[in-house]
């Protein structure tokens, strides 16, 4: 299986401050597979923004499988997957709200 991986970064004043990869697979499937944000960096949500954009991205350029593997003693990480679920389920309720209320 051929596979590439896609990085995203976010700099402050040139300097990296946090990053993130993904593993590509077939054109079908993506491994969110690595998170990281510099101590100073940490609390102002950067790993769920750089998720955030990671889903966008890929699901604009046709990936429709997303999955990760995260440790249990990973807290920091399961919080970012966690929040990211929550925000999709909320936003889904919303749209579903929203063609509800478009019927009547």
Known sequence: MKSHFKY???????????ASSCELDLKICV????????P?????????????L???????????????NSRSLSYEINLTFKKMVILM???????QTLVESLKT
């Open 31 to 38: 491994e969110m597979t690595d998170f990281a944000v510099i």
């Open 89 to 95: 389920a909320e936003l889904q309720l919303t749209i």
């Open 40 to 52: 100073e960096y940490r609390k102002q949500g950067f790993s769920e923004y750089l998720l955030y």
């Open 54 to 68: 990671m889903e966008k991205i890929m699901k604009d350029n046709g990936f429709r499988v997303f999955y990760t």
């Open 8 to 18: 995203l970064v976010i700099e402050d004043s040139g300097k990296i401050v946090a």
